[in-house]
T-cell receptor
Framework: RKEVEQDPGPFNVPEGATVAFNCTYS??????FFWYRQDCRKEPKLLMS???SGNEDGRFTAQLNRASQYISLLIRDSKLSDSATYLC?????????FGPGTRLSVLP | ETGVTQSPTHLIKTRGQQVTLRCSSQ?????VSWYQQALGQGPQFIFQ???????GRGNFPPRFSGLQFPNYSSELNVNALELDDSALYLC????????????FGPGTRLTVT
């Protein structure tokens, strides 16, 4: 099993839709998790940090399920500007292990 | 913007050459990590520097080496370049070695021909 796996995507959704991505991880000792977004040919940018069961920031909600070792990211009322690749990140010591990313395209 | 800068933006080298990439961390951040991102993949951890010492390393060969300077800026050096080294190289700074949030620079796109 890979250290961090994500829904392969791509997800193509209409504006206003709700979309959810899943990420599974193998290290049961991990205590913190992150979602980054990456626009085409740009650097990853921190979207949300998850330290307990979840986190909410406006239209974005992250949920953590430690028993099943997965993190989800829910985006409500999708905007065209949400189109990007979403990267799940799990720290393993000094190493931030990135998933392969899930690409989202929000269509007009 | 994160305040993390990298240079150069783009670079083209030939196989066997050596390259040095540079990173200036965000003000007040003493920890820098370097990542390699191949096309269509997530970033892969190369190594981390904390207060001028290497503080962790990923699965990369010794021809990938680094430095961190007293002002916490950093360099990534790659010797004997191979075609597979073509990638986006990202540096990320964090407030301290125990801090969990990392902030990325815009990256250097290296092409090896």
């Amino acid at each position: 099993r890979k250290e961090v796996e994500q829904d392969p995507g791509p997800f193509n959704v209409p504006e206003g839709a709700t979309v959810a991505f899943n990420c599974t991880y193998s290290n049961s000792a991990s205590q913190s998790f992150f979602w980054y977004r990456q626009d085409c040919r740009k650097e990853p940018k921190l979207l949300m940090s998850v330290y307990s069961s979840g986190n909410e920031d406006g239209r974005f909600t992250a949920q953590l399920n430690r028993a099943s070792q997965y993190i989800s990211l829910l985006i409500r009322d999708s905007k065209l500007s949400d189109s990007a690749t979403y990267l799940c990140v799990v720290p393993y010591g000094q190493n931030f292990v990135f998933g392969p990313g899930t690409r989202l395209s929000v269509l007009p | 913007e994160t305040g993390v800068t990298q240079s150069p933006t783009h670079l083209i080298k030939t196989r066997g050459q050596q390259v040095t990439l540079r990173c200036s961390s965000q003000s007040g951040h003493n920890t820098v990590s370097w990542y390699q991102q191949a096309l269509g993949q997530g970033p892969q951890f190369i190594f981390q520097y904390y207060r001028e010492e290497e503080n962790g390393r990923g699965n990369f060969p010794p021809r990938f080496s680094g430095l961190q300077f007293p002002n916490y800026s950093s360099e990534l050096n790659v010797n004997a370049l191979e075609l597979d080294d073509s990638a986006l190289y990202l540096c990320a700074s964090s407030l301290d070695v125990g801090a969990r949030e990392q902030y990325f620079g815009p990256g250097t796109r290296l092409t090896v021909t």
